[in-house]
């Protein structure tokens, strides 16, 4: 999963001195996104819809090509949580199931931000009950569901979301946790996860 801009330890001290002008921006040189898909990364990442609808129009490619870090635009738009891009590149088909480098699938990073508009439109995207279970069921690397970033990020609403939609609230992680551990005590996501398991 990308590291949300916001949340970067270091960054650049001068962005523009390993940079290049592209069009009207600047990519940098040390980036390892193919050039093809410069465009699409840049538009997923800004959450720019109008500049992504251009990309997508223009793609020599797969919309569900890894652009960084082994993430989709989509994996990217549900870590950003840009709604209004997420909508776009499921209208124009972004697979809801591509794992990125560290197994998750989009709907884990909608869940790791709270974003419980996408993660709505994620789950009803999923067009059946099947789908929607094995969306709800997949692992990341560290054996973690989407109801794990949920409730790691005590996103209350989110969790009542996917437990709404059929999430296990007992599904421990490669780390022996559940989602109920995650939260600290004495939140809602805690009390919500305690009752539900």
Do not use: W
């Not at 998750?104 to 995207?125: K, M, R, Y």
């Amino acid at each position: 999963m990308a590291v949300h801009r916001d949340n970067l330890l270091e960054e650049e001290e001068n962005e523009e001195d390993n940079a290049l002008f592209e069009g009207d921006g600047l990519v940098d040189q040390d980036s390892d996104i193919p050039p093809h898909l410069r465009d699409l990364a840049r538009a997923a990442q800004t959450g720019d819809v109008d500049a992504l609808r251009y990309a997508l129009d223009n793609l020599n490619g797969s919309i569900d090509e890894p652009v960084e870090d082994g993430d989709t635009a989509l994996h990217l738009t549900c870590l950003y949580g840009y709604c209004p891009c997420v909508q776009l590149l499921l209208e124009r088909g972004a697979n809801l199931e591509a794992k990125d480098e560290e197994g998750a699938i989009p709907l884990h990073d909608a869940c790791a931000g709270g974003f419980t508009e996408i993660v709505q439109l994620l789950v009803n995207s999923a067009n059946s009950a099947e789908r929607v279970k094995r969306m709800l069921e997949i692992v990341d690397d560290e054996g973690d569901t989407p109801l794990h970033h949920a409730a790691r990020g005590e996103h209350a609403d989110v969790i009542r979301l996917l437990l709404a939609s059929g999430a296990s609230a007992t599904t421990a992680n490669s780390y022996g946790k559940t989602p109920s551990e995650l939260p600290e005590p004495d939140t809602e996501a805690h009390r919500i996860l305690e009752s539900a398991g």
